[in-house]
């Protein structure tokens, strides 16, 4: 896997992944109270099949989950992630977990 490093930009709504100064991937977010809503992730071509949107799901969570935020995946891509990676789905109110595909539990 390559080292991407991944930081947060507010002003854009949207994580940025970084590789050797290009920006390989996005996160979009909506920041709505206590809710981040994620909208959608993006890895151009050139960057595909280096492993960098799944490094950069769980750097969103993460994130998510050390800021105290509940989680609302609309964007398809995190959705997976979320449903492929159990330990994360308590980021996302249980009532909200179906219309996103998700369990109802881990």
């Not at 490094?55 to 989950?65: G, M, Y």
Request: charged residues 25%; glycine residues 8%.
């Amino acid at each position: 896997m390559d080292n991407v490093k991944i930081s947060d930009a507010p002003d854009e709504s949207r994580y940025e992944a970084d590789l050797d100064g290009a920006l390989a991937g996005v996160v979009e977010y909506q920041l709505d109270g206590e809710t981040i809503v994620f909208t959608h992730t993006g890895v151009p071509p050139e960057f595909e099949g280096r492993g960098i949107a799944s490094q950069l799901a769980r750097h969103v969570l993460d994130d998510a989950r050390r800021r105290g935020l509940q989680v609302l995946p609309r964007c398809p891509y995190i959705a997976g992630w979320i449903a492929r990676h159990p330990d994360y789905l308590d980021l996302v109110p249980e009532a909200s977990r179906a219309r996103f595909k998700l369990p109802a539990s881990s």
